[in-house]
C-alpha cells in the first residue's frame, strides 16, 4: 500500500513563469521525506505536481517526468482524478468540510468512489481511519457533531483521517502544523511516525527541527533570487543533510544562517 | 456630515506647541463622536424600519377593518363580491398566490441554481463575465414588459406544450384537460419563473463564488471530479444562501402584480388543474383588477386581502430564516 515516487527534470510553470526548475528526485516507499528551504522557493508548488493538484490553478502546467511505481502520472491517458485518489493531500490550513459530521469527514472520499458500502463496513472505516489518525479517543462519542467544532489540531487530524480513509499509496503534507499549537503539532509529528510504516509520505515543512525529528530523507529547496526559478540543491538522509551537507547553501540554511 | 467634524463642546483647542498631540487627541474624540453618530443613525435608520413596519400593518388593519367587520348582507352589496366572508373571499386567492408562486420556483430554482454553477465554476472567465452581466440586465426589465411578452408571445409557444403535455401525461390531473388558449396559472407561473430567475440567479452565484477555496481543493485532492466537487463543497456551502435567494424570488413572485394580471384568465377556484383557464387568480393581481371600480367597503375588502398577502410574505421570511438558522453551525460561516 506504499509505493514510490520518481521525477526527473521537472519544470513547473505559472503562465510564462517559471516556478520551479530541473527537479530530479528519488522519493522512496515507506518514508517521510521532507522537503525544506526559504519560502517562496517551489516546495508547494512542486508538491501540488505529485498529484496533479497544481492543475486547479489556471495557467500552471509541468514539464518532465513523474513516475510512481514506473507508472506515468502525466500519461496521456492518465486522468488526475485517478491520480489524486492515490495520491492524498494534507494542506496547511485544516480544511474539513463544515457542512458535514465528523463521521461523513471520514467517509467524503470514499463516498466519491461512489462505492455503496453497508452501514458497519462504514463504521469500521469511520473507526480504522480515525485510529490511524491518532483521533478516535476524542472523538468516538461525537461523530455525528460537525467538523468544524474540533479544534485546529483535532480538525488536522481529521483531515489526516480523511486522507488515508481512501487508503492511498503516498500522502502529501504541505505544512500541516505551520497552523497549530506545540502540542497539536507533537500530535501530529507522532502520527506521521507511525503513518510512515504504511504510506509513502513527502512532508513540506519551514521547521527544520521537525524535518529533522520526522523524516527519513531530506531535499533542500533555494531560490537564486525574485523571479527566479526553485531548485532542488541537495536530497540526503535527514542524518546526513543535518550533520554533514555538501552544498554551502544547506549549510547556511540549516544552521539558520538564512531563511 | 458637519457633526462629525466639530470638535465636541469642552475639549479646548490645542496649544500650538502641542500641536501634534493636540490633533491625535482631537483625531481620537472626532472618531469617538463619529462611531457615535454613526451608532445613533444606525440604530435610527433600524428604528425607522419597523416603525414602517408597524405603519404598513396598521394602515391594513384599520382599513381592512370594514371589511373585517362587516356582515354577510353588507358584503353582498359590493358587486364583485363572492362566498360569504371575507375569509371565503381571500381562501381561493391565498391558494392561487401561494400556487402560482411556489410553482413559479419550482421551475426558476433548479435553472437557477444551474445557470449560477455554470458561472461561478465551468464558464470560462469572458463568457461568465458576459452572462453576468445578461443576467443583470433580465433583472432589471419592469414586470409589465413581462407581461406583455408573457401574454402575446410566450402564450403562444405555450400551447404546443401544453397540448402535448396533456395528451400524453392527462392521466395526471395536474396536467388534464388543457384549453386553449394558454391562459392559465401554469402560464403565469412560467413568466413569474422567467421574472425570478435572475434574482435567484445572481444572488446564488455570488454564494457560489464565495466557496472557500479551502474547501474546494480538499475535495479536489480527494480524487473529486468537477461536479463532484461541487456537490461535496460548493453547493453545501451555498445552500443557505440559495435558501435566502429562492425567498427573495418568491417574494417577488408572491407580490407581482402585472405580469399575471395580463396572462391569467381569472377563477376563483381550488383547483389543481393547472392547465385550464379560469381556475385560480392571485391576491396582487385581483387588486389591481378589481380597484378601479371599488369604493367604500370593496376597498376595503381588498385592503383585507393586501392583509393577507402580508401576512404570507412575513411567515416565508419567517420560514427562511429558521430553515437558515437550524442548519447554522454546519455552514461554512464559522
Ligand atoms: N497560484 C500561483 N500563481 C502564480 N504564481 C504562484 C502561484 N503560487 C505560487 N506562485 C509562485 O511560485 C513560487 C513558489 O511558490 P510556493 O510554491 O508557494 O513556495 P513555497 O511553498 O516554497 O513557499 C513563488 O514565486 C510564488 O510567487
Ligand atoms: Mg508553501
Given amino acids: 500500500m506504499s509505493k514510490r515516487i520518481d521525477v526527473a527534470d521537472l519544470d513547473v510553470y505559472y503562465g510564462d513563469f517559471l516556478a520551479v526548475e530541473g527537479v530530479t528526485m528519488a522519493i522512496e516507499p515507506r518514508q517521510a521525506t521532507a522537503l525544506i528551504g526559504p519560502s517562496g522557493c517551489g516546495k508547494s508548488t512542486f508538491l501540488r505536481t505529485l498529484n496533479r493538484m497544481h492543475e486547479v490553478i489556471p495557467g500552471a502546467r509541468v514539464t518532465g517526468k513523474a513516475l510512481m511505481d514506473g507508472q506515468d502520472l502525466y500519461g496521456a491517458d492518465v486522468d488526475p482524478v485517478t491520480v489524486r485518489r492515490q495520491i492524498g493531500m494534507v494542506f496547511q490550513r485544516p480544511n474539513p468540510f463544515p457542512t458535514m459530521s465528523i463521521a461523513d469527514n471520514v467517509l467524503a472520499g470514499v463516498r466519491l468512489n461512489n462505492r455503496r458500502m453497508p452501514k458497519d463496513a462504514q463504521q469500521d472505516l469511520i473507526e480504522q481511519s480515525l485510529r490511524g489518525a491518532n483521533l478516535w479517543n476524542e472523538v468516538k462519542d461525537r461523530l455525528a457533531l460537525p467538523g468544524s467544532s474540533l479544534s485546529g489540531g483535532q480538525q488536522q487530524r481529521l483531515c489526516i483521517a480523511r486522507a488515508i480513509a481512501v487508503k492511498p499509496q503516498v500522502l ?49 529547496f533555494n531560490i537564486a533570487g525574485t523571479g527566479k526559478p526553485g531548485r532542488l540543491i541537495e536530497m540526503d538522509d535527514t542524518a546526513t543533510m543535518f550533520s554533514s551537507p555538501r552544498e554551502q547553501a544547506t549549510e547556511d540554511y540549516i544552521s539558520g544562517r538564512f531563511g | ?128 463575465q458576459g452572462l453576468g452581466y445578461l443576467i443583470d440586465l433580465l433583472a432589471a426589465i419592469p414586470s409589465v414588459v413581462y407581461g406583455l411578452w408573457g401574454a402575446l408571445w410566450l402564450i403562444g409557444q405555450l400551447d404546443p406544450v401544453f397540448t402535448w403535455l396533456s395528451s400524453t401525461l392527462g392521466f395526471v390531473p395536474l396536467v388534464a384537460d388543457y384549453q386553449a388558449p394558454a391562459k392559465n396559472i401554469m402560464s403565469a407561473s412560467v413568466v413569474l419563473a422567467v421574472m425570478i430567475l435572475p434574482i435567484i440567479t445572481a444572488v446564488s452565484r455570488e454564494v457560489f463564488l464565495q466557496t472557500p477555496r479551502l474547501h474546494e481543493e480538499a475535495s479536489l485532492a480527494l480524487g473529486a471530479t468537477r461536479w463532484e466537487m461541487v456537490r461535496q463543497a460548493v453547493l453545501p456551502f451555498g445552500r443557505s444562501g440559495v435558501i435566502s435567494a429562492s425567498m427573495l424570488g418568491l417574494g417577488r413572485a408572491l407580490g407581482e402584480t402585472m405580469a399575471v394580471l395580463m396572462v391569467i384568465s381569472p377563477g376563483f377556484l381550488f383547483s389543481f388543474f393547472l392547465l385550464r383557464p379560469g381556475q385560480h387568480q392571485t391576491i396582487a393581481a385581483n387588486i389591481a383588477s378589481k380597484f378601479p371600480e371599488s369604493s367604500g367597503l370593496g376597498v376595503s375588502v381588498l385592503i383585507a386581502t393586501g392583509l393577507a398577502l402580508f401576512v404570507i410574505t412575513f411567515v416565508v421570511n419567517l420560514a427562511a430564516r429558521w430553515i437558515i438558522a437550524r442548519r447554522a453551525e454546519y455552514s461554512g460561516a464559522n
Fill in chain 1, 172 to 220: 502529501l503534507m504541505d505544512e500541516p502544523c505551520s497552523a497549530l499549537d506545540p502540542i497539536s503539532t507533537l500530535a501530529i509529528e507522532d502520527l506521521i511516525a507511525e503513518l510512515k510504516s504504511d504510506y509513502t509520505i513527502v512532508i513540506v515543512t519551514h521547521n527544520m527541527q521537525q524535518a529533522a525529528r520526522v523524516s527519513d530523507r531530506t531535499a533542500f
Fill in chain 2, 1 to 128: 456630515m458637519p457633526v462629525t467634524t466639530t470638535p465636541p463642546r469642552g475639549v479646548p483647542d490645542p496649544a500650538p506647541s502641542r500641536a501634534d498631540a493636540g490633533a491625535a487627541v482631537r483625531a481620537a474624540s472626532t472618531g469617538r463622536v463619529a462611531s457615535r453618530v454613526f451608532a445613533g443613525l444606525s440604530t435610527g435608520a433600524g428604528l425607522l424600519i419597523l416603525v414602517t413596519l408597524a405603519a404598513v400593518a396598521a394602515f391594513l388593519l384599520i382599513r381592512a377593518w370594514p371589511a373585517l367587520s362587516a356582515s354577510p348582507e353588507e358584503l353582498e352589496t359590493v358587486s364583485w363580491f363572492t362566498g360569504g366572508s371575507v375569509a371565503e373571499y381571500v381562501a381561493p386567492l391565498v391558494f392561487g398566490t401561494l400556487l402560482a408562486s411556489v410553482l413559479a420556483l419550482l421551475l426558476a430554482v433548479p435553472v437557477s441554481i444551474g445557470i449560477a454553477l455554470f458561472i461561478s465554476h465551468y464558464a470560462p472567465r469572458r463568457l461568465a
